[in-house]
């Protein structure tokens, strides 16, 4: 016989584990600034992981291409994706600097310098959670709006890498 069984007045009788409750339970957290440093380096840490795997596939699956992922230090690394030898496009992502504060950065090309950027994502929050934003200095403006996820950050930067590589010439 199941759990739900029908007693002999004639009425379902719930599960043990069934306690009628409301579903409205959400309170506004607050998050402290570690909060945000925590979540801005486990994303970069994310990025870091991103990139490297998405090179290695790149070049598993597109014959003529290499794609180099090389860490500079614990706060940048540097991708590169040559095709037949020749390198086609160039990244340097970086964290903090001092020209935006302490973003997840991004800069066309190889470089040391923490003063340049082409795109930069922020750490922000809400009353639910933690989420990055973009700056919108790079083509993808529509990214300025949304919440992004760690995930939704690591696509937004690649794209910036191989989306000039996607386009028919």
């Known amino acids: 016989?199941?759990?739900?069984?029908m007693p002999a007045s004639g009425a379902f009788a719930l599960p043990a584990t069934a306690a009628p409750r409301s579903s409205n339970l959400r309170l506004?957290?607050?998050?402290?600034q570690r909060d945000k440093d925590r979540f801005r380096i486990e994303t970069f840490e994310y990025v870091v992981r991103y990139f490297e795997n998405s090179l290695s596939e790149l070049e598993s699956r597109n014959a003529?291409?290499?794609?180099?992922?090389?860490?500079?230090?614990a706060n940048r690394f540097f991708s590169t994706i040559y095709k037949n030898g020749k390198d086609v496009a160039r990244a340097?992502?970086?964290?903090g600097g001092g020209m935006?504060?302490?973003?997840i950065n991004y800069v066309q090309g190889e470089t040391t310098d923490s003063n340049t950027l082409n795109e930069s994502l922020s750490v922000e929050n809400d009353d639910q959670m933690l989420y990055l934003r973009?700056?919108?200095?790079?083509?993808?403006?529509?990214?300025r709006s949304q919440?992004?996820?760690q995930e939704g950050a690591?696509?937004?930067?690649?794209?910036?890498?191989?989306?000039?590589?996607q386009q028919r010439r």
Do not use: C, H
Not at 1 to 5: D, I, R, V
Not at 92 to 95: D, H, L, N
Not at 154 to 165: D, F, R, S
């Open 1 to 5: 016989m199941s759990s739900t069984s």
């Open 28 to 32: 506004a957290k607050t998050f402290t």
């Open 64 to 73: 003529g291409y290499e794609g180099v992922f090389r860490r500079g230090d």
């Open 92 to 95: 340097t992502i970086y964290m």
């Open 100 to 103: 935006v504060g302490n973003g």
């Open 134 to 143: 973009s700056l919108g200095m790079s083509s993808y403006e529509q990214e």
């Open 147 to 149: 919440k992004l996820s």
């Open 154 to 165: 690591a696509e937004l930067l690649w794209g910036l890498l191989i989306g000039p590589l």
